[in-house]
């Protein structure tokens, strides 16, 4: 990660928490998209640039959420 592209993003898209995942090695945004914010993940500066642009379909994380099913013996 550089600070000069984490610099560049935010002056590009005012308004947008950018930031890197140290632990995760990826790009992140929250992008107001539709009345919500949505969270974005990409690879690299240029890919979260694609990603902020279309934040409303863009498929990285999945934006549905589903939660574990638990099965107990009984």
């Known amino acids: 990660m550089t600070a000069d592209a984490l610099a560049v993003l935010t ?20 992008v107001w998209v539709a009345g919500r914010w949505r969270l974005v993940e990409a690879v690299d500066p240029e890919e979260l640039t694609k990603a902020i642009l279309s934040a409303a379909t863009w498929p990285y994380p999945a934006a549905v959420w589903t939660c574990p099913v638990v099965v107990t013996a009984g």
Do not use: D, N
Not at 12 to 21: A, K, L, N, Q
């Open 11 to 30: 002056r590009r898209f005012p308004g947008v928490v950018i930031w890197f995942g140290v632990a995760t090695r990826s790009w992140w945004a929250m």
